[in-house]
């Protein structure tokens, strides 16, 4: 699991994902729904008997900040009037 910030959700970017090999960038389309799974093919464990590796599987979800400072609850505020 991932928790990105909404903002990137909403717009989109690229995300760094730890995996067994290292650092691996990962592109989050414009419009993800909080929860989609992402599969990162052959950047798993290897088997254990035989050859090839498993796949990465990455769930991102949205972070939720505990506080807000003035400024971002008034653009949350003001987001929430456009219905968002």
Do not use: C, W
Request: charged share 25%.
């Amino acid at each position: 699991e991932m928790r990105i910030p909404f903002s990137l959700l909403a717009l989109g970017g690229k995300i760094d994902v730890a995996t067994v090999d290292g650092d691996v960038t990962l592109k989050i389309p414009e419009g993800t729904p909080a929860g989609t799974v992402f599969k990162l093919r052959g950047k798993g464990v290897p088997y254990l008997h035989g050859y090839g590796r498993g796949d990465h599987l990455v769930t991102i979800l949205p972070a939720v900040p505990d506080k807000l400072n003035r400024e971002q609850r008034k653009t949350l505020e003001d987001l929430k009037g456009l219905g968002m």
